[in-house]
């Protein structure tokens, strides 16, 4: 049986430009200029060598002219692992200055993690988070 590598995670945005500026606010390494993408399109590669991808709607639709936005909360999410409970803090408010909406303020969550929730500009998931330091 063929077996594929998990090699990106693709969002699609409705502005290109603000989408890869909130990202660059949460620390993902868009390349300069990758905003202005002819195409809609621009990515990112991330540790160990996953890359993140962003394609405007228009840009979806030039190869797939029938293409939709669902309706609702996506059942997906892109989570950003934290070094400590601080810097969740540090980056939900990041995130909010960036154009994020508050879903779930930072808080200390029973399974021991400091977590907190942001929707980016289209209402896709963020999961914000760091281990509780132990004492």
């Not at 949460?26 to 195409?39: A, K, R």
């Not at 929730?117 to 998931?125: L, S």
Request: aromatic share 8%; with cysteine.
């Amino acid at each position: 049986m063929a077996q594929g590598k998990l090699d990106a995670i693709g969002i699609v945005v409705s502005d290109l430009k603000r989408a890869v500026k909130f990202y660059r606010a949460l620390g993902v390494p868009f390349e300069p200029g990758m905003e202005d993408s002819e195409h809609g399109h621009a990515e990112a590669e991330l540790d160990g060598g996953l890359r993140l991808m962003l394609d405007s709607e228009a840009g979806i639709r030039e190869f797939d002219p029938n293409w939709q936005r669902g309706k609702g909360v996506s059942g997906a999410s892109l989570a950003f692992r934290c070094e400590s409970p601080q810097e969740v803090d540090q980056l939900y408010a990041a995130a909010l200055a960036a154009g994020a909406t508050g879903h779930h303020a930072p808080w200390d969550a029973f399974w021991g993690q400091r977590y907190a929730q942001v929707r980016d500009h289209d209402g896709n998931p963020i999961d914000i988070y760091a281990d509780l330091e132990r004492s």
